[in-house]
Nanobody, 129 residues
Framework: QVQLVESGGGLVQPGGSLRLSCTAS????????VTWFRQAPGREREAVAC?????????YYSDSVKGRFIISRNRDKNMVFLQMDNVGYEDTAVYSC?????????????????????WGQGTQVTVSA
């Protein structure tokens, strides 16, 4: 069964850290570009980090998380991670991973949700003291 499942969300204090996981089953995640999106209540969905297809090091970040979040992948485990450090209240959202089967236009349009062909169900991250 082809599936994307996010995990690792929860409650974290401001300034704390959290690591989200995106686990693929039924297909090889390494063959796909993977982007983490987030959506907070009343706000538009926002792309925060992307890792290129067939790559473990080439990444993109939104200005809102650059320097605080790191996207990475473990090819053997068929997973992509989002390490979130120094979180703030503005990071509270549902985080979802999405995949794209090629890198076409990725450098200029990685933030466009319509580019992605499959999504996970999301995991809630709440930043609260």
């Amino acid at each position: 069964q082809v599936q994307l499942v996010e995990s690792g969300g929860g409650l974290v204090q401001p300034g704390g850290s959290l690591r989200l996981s995106c686990t693929a089953s039924g297909f090889n995640l390494f063959l796909y570009a993977v982007t983490w999106f987030r959506q907070a209540p009343g706000r538009e969905r926002e792309a925060v980090a992307c890792i290129k297809q067939k790559d473990e090091a080439f990444t993109y970040y939104s200005d809102s998380v650059k320097g605080r979040f790191i996207i990475s992948r473990n090819r053997d485990k068929n997973m992509v991670f989002l390490q979130m450090d120094n979180v703030g209240y503005e990071d509270t959202a549902v985080y979802s991973c999405a995949i794209k089967g090629d890198d076409m236009a990725l450098s200029t349009r990685w933030k466009a949700a319509w580019m992605y062909e499959r999504w996970g169900q999301g995991t809630q991250v709440t930043v609260s003291a």
